[in-house]
């Protein structure tokens, strides 16, 4: 393939691609084992568990957002992944030699939402660098970056398991510090042009200001957020029943839910790949409205499963419905607000993470009180209800494009 082929004979977007899949990686090996790691090792209750993720999410947020208008100002962005990276090896470093809730708590308000920056700036300077070596195939070079993510999440939960059983959580997360500093030498090297107007970098802090301000009052930003929001909170809601239906409603064992889940994540690589090839032919609004569709067809036909073999043939439209929302979802808020790549590269990976978030909570207060087939339910409810949003949004395109004339070209 084409694009591919750019990917290989660039050295700027093949260490890119490495860092991305670092990353991924990193997110992969410790993200499904932080609760065990605050309960076996630490001694978290459930209460202090959920408060240590929340506070260091919400912390990531804040810092990650300031970090996106600074690089949209400025020409920092090489910086700003560097410094992330090499605070996230800091942080897993303490993450590995403590088992202090406080010192705990400190590191992942500061080293670890520091590193929040890395993942979308690194999206962001990929945008830039595939604009201008390889313009014409951007939505498909960016879904193939995001398809990177996908495949570290295949092997990434398998490499854990193996890690802690050899090392135990200590070795986990010197791993971890280790791939965050390839990430911050690799993209050392990186020769980056910057493409910003010397007229940007001298931009007044108030204007930057009136800016974001503008931004997230823009109808279609505001409608996009949402929707995004609403899938991410189906996704991670199915995410979380799934395990529980199969393994007590449908007294399937673990092996049948690690062979649902492997399912899934194959067939998101091919998947991301596809639809970046649809995004560019037929544009991203129409991809990414597609996703509630197939969002509310998994969800609709997961409701009436009652084995594990149907649920392993329906993962088909799981994995398209993730695929457009993790894939074609990044390019879609990039062209978007084209002059803020940063910005709306970081919003949109805030939006999965507060959907993440919330999902939890949701899910587990429905399960709780309605049951299994309730948050199903409810997960195909909020498909659709990300799918009237993005319709809504996209009403309101020419309100937005008429605000973007104002703040950013005026």
Known sequence: MKSILVVMRSPSLLLISLCIFFIGLGYALTMPFMPLFGVERVGMSPLSLGIFLAIGSLSGIIVSTLLSRLSDRMPVRKWIIIGSSVSASVGYVCYANTDSYVVLMLVSCTFIAL???????????????????????????????????????????????????????????????????????????IRVHEIREPSNEAEPLTDSRRSFKHLLMAPQVVFSLLAFM??????????????L????????????????????????????????????????????????????????????????????????????????????????????VPK???????????????????GGLLAGAVGNYLGFKAVIASSAVLAFLGFALLIASNANKKTFRHMEGDTYEG
């Open 115 to 189: 590193s929040f920056s890395a993942f979308p700036q690194l999206f962001a300077l990929a945008r830039e660098v595939v604009e201008r070596e390889a313009s014409e195939d951007v939505t498909i070079i960016m879904a193939i970056l995001r398809a990177l993510v996908s495949l570290a999440w295949i092997l990434g939960p398998v490499m854990a398991s193996f890690t802690i059983y050899r090392f135990s959580y200590t070795g986990l997360f010197l791993v971890v510090s280790f791939m965050y500093m390839l990430v911050a030498i690799f993209v050392l090297v």
């Open 230 to 243: 609403a899938f991410e909170l189906a996704n991670t809601m199915g995410a979380i029943v799934t395990p």
């Open 245 to 336: 239906y199969v393994t007590q409603e449908l007294d399937g064992g673990k092996l049948d839910v690690g062979l649902i889940s492997g399912v899934n994540a194959a067939l998101q690589v091919p998947s991301m790949i596809v639809l970046g090839i649809l995004a560019k032919r037929f544009g991203s609004i129409p991809v990414m409205q597609s996703a509630g569709l197939f969002g509310i067809a998994y969800f609709t036909l997961f409701w009436f499963t009652n084995s594990e073999w149907q649920i392993i043939a329906i993962q088909i439209f799981s994995a398209i419905f993730i695929a457009i929302v993790l894939g074609v979802g990044m390019t879609f808020f990039q062209d978007l």
């Open 340 to 358: 803020m790549t940063g910005t709306a590269t970081t919003l949109y990976n805030n939006a999965n993470i507060i959907g993440s978030m919330a």
